[in-house]
């Protein structure tokens, strides 16, 4: 990617609409637009302009607005069309502007710059993708939170504090003759395990940022006949499930998604687990037994009306809840004093307290605040590599290794922590980050 070049790409998804919009960015983009259109624009002013091909024949009436460098999204200059949005006309748009001397952007180009121009960091600039991709109220909030700077300041404060136990390590490596006194000691690993737990409290959001990116996993199951069907169609809001009377008319699992209480919610309909000799619908129950094994939320549904009857289910890493639907009908006695959120598919009733109780479980209060800071994979395993290095730091302390061994191993771990914001030259990083955004951002 040659930073003086100019480039162009639409930036809203493909399709027919009523405008379509095309980025421009790069030291020739107010003049390849006014090679377009005969006029030169003023900086942060929609202006009406005509499109106009090497023949002088109108190509599109648009909206277009200068951005002057540095003050724009990327730091160089950049000029947004706004022009008719059906697909011929976009594309004839586009054209244009590559005949009068840009060149197609690459996938996440116009972030990539707005990086390596100082306009955010790595941590913002993955954060853009996230606002895009939210499918939660609560992602769109991390996301946000992200792009105003929530994980870099907090990594931010605990390089400060690595930074200040390397600078101390570092003096007696300047001065040899002098020993690093046992109180100097602890206070160097206090220092150390300080950075640790802040970088332990970052980490410990993984988990979370996942939710919030994937969705929660959710299986339904239970025993056929129960509404668990009816439960997947109540959650979603129209009948995507075949609801029978029948039993073993689910045989395989379902998926669908959907937005319950600020999360995303990937739910999986399974098979009804019971004793059959049927080949297809025992490979169905089979199904189910994974979908439970690799769920994060397990919906346990059961049949008020009957006595428990509990499916032999193993989900070690999941949450469950056990839902007892026909709450509307008597219930069977064998469920008195049984801890069970009570529904009824068929009115409606307790969906409110199902949404209240899957709340409880993965929000953790975060529903009323603004200070989700919910990290990626690759921010995880920087904090990881970092962690190993203080830890390396820590034992050569208590041993009373060579201070320059101790620097080593902070110097590493404060270069993994760089990695995280983007300010360590790491080509590869930054290839792989900003080739998963789509053309135009």
Same mark, same amino acid.
């Given at each position: 990617?040659?930073a /003086?070049?100019?480039?162009?790409?639409?930036?809203?998804?493909?399709?027919?609409?009523?405008?379509?919009?095309?980025?421009m960015?790069?030291?020739?983009?107010?003049?390849?637009l006014?090679?377009?259109?005969?006029?030169?624009?003023?900086?942060?002013?929609?202006?009406?302009?005509?499109?106009?091909?090497a023949?002088?024949?109108?190509?599109d009436?648009v909206?277009?607005?200068?951005?002057?460098?540095?003050? +724009? %999204?990327?730091?160089?200059?950049?000029?947004?069309? +706004?022009?008719?949005?059906?697909?011929?006309?976009?594309?004839?748009?586009?054209?244009?502007?590559?005949?009068?001397?840009?060149r197609?952007?690459?996938?996440?180009?116009?972030?990539?710059? /707005?990086?390596?121009?100082?306009?955010?960091?790595?941590?913002?600039?993955?954060?853009?993708?996230?606002?895009?991709?939210?499918?939660?109220?609560?992602?769109?909030?991390?996301?946000?939170?992200?792009?105003?700077?929530?994980?870099?300041?907090?990594?931010?404060?605990?390089?400060?504090?690595l930074?200040?136990?390397?600078a101390?390590?570092?003096?007696?490596?300047d001065?040899?003759?002098?020993?690093?006194?046992?109180?100097?000691?602890?206070?160097?690993?206090?220092?150390?395990?300080?950075?640790?737990?802040?970088?332990?409290?970052?980490?410990?959001?993984?988990?979370?940022?996942?939710?919030?990116?994937?969705?929660?996993?959710?299986?339904?199951?239970?025993?056929?006949?129960?509404?668990?069907s009816?439960?997947?169609n109540?959650?979603?809001? %129209?009948?995507?499930?075949?609801?029978?009377a029948?039993?073993?008319?689910?045989?395989?699992?379902?998926?669908?998604?959907?937005?319950?209480?600020?999360?995303?919610?990937?739910l999986?309909?399974t098979?009804?687990?019971?004793?059959?000799?049927?080949?297809?619908?025992?490979?169905?129950?089979?199904?189910?037994?994974?979908?439970?094994?690799?769920?994060?939320?397990?919906?346990?549904?059961?049949d008020?009306?009957?006595?428990?009857?509990?499916?032999?289910?193993?989900?070690?890493?999941?949450?469950?809840?056990?839902?007892?639907?026909?709450?509307?009908?008597?219930e069977?006695?064998?469920?008195?004093?049984?801890?069970?959120?009570?529904?009824?598919?068929?009115?409606g009733?307790?969906?409110?307290?199902?949404?209240?109780?899957?709340?409880?479980?993965?929000?953790?209060?975060?529903?009323?605040?603004?200070?989700l /800071?919910?990290i990626?994979?690759?921010?995880? %395993?920087?904090?990881?590599?970092?962690?190993?290095?203080?830890?390396?730091?820590?034992?050569?302390?208590?041993?009373?290794?060579s201070?320059?061994?101790?620097?080593?191993?902070?110097?590493?771990?404060?270069?993994?922590?760089?990695?995280i914001?983007?300010?360590?030259?790491?080509?590869?990083?930054?290839?792989?980050?900003?080739?998963?955004?789509?053309?135009?951002?």
């Amino acid at each position: 990617m040659e930073a /003086a070049e100019t480039i162009a790409a639409i930036a809203t998804p493909p399709g027919t609409g009523a405008i379509a919009v095309i980025r421009m960015s790069g030291p020739q983009a107010a003049e390849i637009l006014s090679t377009c259109t005969g006029r030169r624009l003023q900086p942060r002013r929609a202006t009406l302009v005509h499109i106009r091909d090497a023949a002088g024949q109108v190509v599109d009436d648009v909206v277009a607005t200068l951005f002057a460098a540095p003050a +724009s %999204y990327t730091g160089e200059d950049v000029v947004e069309v +706004s022009c008719h949005g059906g697909m011929l006309v976009t594309r004839r748009v586009l054209e244009r502007l590559l005949q009068c001397g840009a060149r197609p952007a690459e996938p996440g180009e116009f972030s990539r710059r /707005a990086f390596e121009n100082g306009k955010m960091d790595l941590t913002q600039a993955e954060a853009v993708m996230d606002v895009i991709s939210a499918g939660s109220d609560l992602a769109l909030r991390a996301a946000h939170n992200q792009l105003h700077g929530a994980i870099s300041s907090r990594v931010a404060a605990e390089v400060d504090k690595l930074i200040s136990v390397a600078a101390h390590v570092e003096a007696y490596i300047d001065f040899p003759e002098e020993d690093i006194a046992p109180d100097t000691t602890q206070e160097l690993v206090a220092g150390i395990e300080s950075v640790a737990a802040g970088l332990h409290t970052l980490l410990a959001t993984a988990d979370e940022g996942r939710l919030l990116r994937e969705g929660v996993r959710t299986a339904i199951v239970g025993p056929p006949n129960v509404g668990k069907s009816s439960l997947l169609n109540m959650l979603l809001g %129209y009948e995507r499930a075949i609801v029978s009377a029948t039993a073993g008319t689910t045989r395989d699992t379902i998926e669908e998604s959907v937005t319950l209480g600020g999360l995303r919610l990937r739910l999986i309909d399974t098979a009804g687990l019971h004793d059959s000799t049927d080949a297809i619908e025992r490979a169905g129950m089979e199904r189910s037994r994974r979908a439970g094994a690799e769920a994060d939320l397990v919906l346990e549904v059961a049949d008020a009306t009957l006595p428990p009857a509990r499916p032999q289910l193993d989900s070690p890493g999941a949450h469950h809840l056990l839902l007892l639907n026909k709450c509307d009908l008597p219930e069977h006695p064998a469920w008195q004093g049984v801890e069970a959120l009570r529904l009824s598919c068929r009115s409606g009733v307790g969906m409110d307290a199902l949404s209240t109780a899957i709340e409880q479980i993965f929000l953790h209060g975060h529903a009323e605040t603004d200070t989700l /800071a919910a990290i990626n994979m690759r921010h995880r %395993y920087a904090l990881q590599q970092a962690l190993e290095f203080l830890s390396a730091a820590k034992a050569g302390l208590l041993r009373g290794q060579s201070p320059e061994f101790t620097d080593v191993d902070l110097r590493a771990a404060l270069d993994a922590l760089g990695s995280i914001s983007g300010r360590v030259d790491t080509e590869d990083i930054l290839t792989r980050v900003f080739a998963t955004f789509c053309l135009g951002k």
